[in-house]
T-cell receptor, first 111, second 114 residues
Framework: KQEVTQIPAALSVPEGENLVLNCSFT??????LQWFRQDPGKGLTSLLL?????REQTSGRLNASLDKSSGRSTLYIAASQPGDSATYLC??????????FGKGTMLLVSP | KAGVTQTPRYLIKTRGQQVTLSCSPI?????VSWYQQTPGQGLQFLFE???????NKGNFPGRFSGRQFSNSRSEMNVSTLELGDSALYLC?????????????FGNGTRLTVT
């Protein structure tokens, strides 16, 4: 059974700092990995989707990497802004199970 | 283009009752999936529908059921409600399979069972 862990559970940084969020998974037989953000009381917004054959994806100030063999993904946020404050979740689509989410990293960027 | 719409936004029910939640996907999207989010368990997959057929089901009891209509709109039903069913229920749609294209989520239905 796939298990997804996100570290840290919470992170507080000053505006302008670059930061890295981590996601690890136990079963490397995956189709893809997605990163989402969730604002309080809202649904999830898809940020990046990395197919199993890809190593990384970039969108604006966001860069996500995938290392299937080690079961790890990172989400890099450059020049953080207060508007980046949200909970970030990663989700893994595994070949023998359903979409599995981590419990998220709650990010606070202070002005 | 309108996003994923979930109704109602909030719902309060009593133990033992049943409830139906509705989800309208983005126009043209054929896959709809449902998730339960609680503080303790996080986000858990309930089921996915594609072209009116259930393609996958998570590890939930049979009290949780769903269906998809020919226009891709989906409903989720929970019978014999329990206190532990209190959660945010999220629906997501995608163009093809939920696992090959990005998921687009609605804002959810907040269900409280008393």
């Amino acid at each position: 059974k796939q298990e997804v862990t996100q570290i840290p559970a919470a992170l507080s940084v000053p505006e302008g700092e670059n930061l890295v969020l981590n996601c690890s998974f136990t079963d490397s037989a995956i189709y893809n990995l997605q990163w989402f953000r969730q604002d309080p009381g809202k649904g999830l917004t898809s940020l990046l989707l990395i197919q199993s054959s890809q190593r990384e994806q970039t969108s604006g100030r966001l860069n996500a990497s995938l290392d299937k063999s080690s079961g790890r993904s990172t989400l890099y946020i450059a020049a953080s802004q207060p508007g980046d404050s949200a909970t970030y979740l990663c989700a893994v689509d595994s070949r023998d199970s359903t979409l599995t989410f981590g419990k998220g990293t709650m990010l606070l960027v202070s002005p | 283009k309108a996003g994923v719409t979930q109704t109602p936004r909030y719902l309060i029910k009593t133990r033992g009752q049943q409830v139906t939640l509705s989800c309208s996907p983005i126009s043209g999207h054929r896959s709809v999936s449902w998730y339960q989010q609680t503080p303790g368990q996080g986000l858990q997959f309930l089921f996915e529908y594609f072209s009116e057929t259930q393609r996958n089901k998570g590890n939930f009891p049979g009290r949780f059921s769903g269906r998809q209509f020919s226009n891709s709109r989906s409903e989720m039903n929970v019978s014999t409600l329990e206190l532990g069913d209190s959660a945010l229920y999220l629906c997501a749609s995608s163009l093809l399979s939920s696992y090959n294209s990005p998921l687009h989520f609605g804002n959810g239905t907040r269900l409280t069972v008393t």
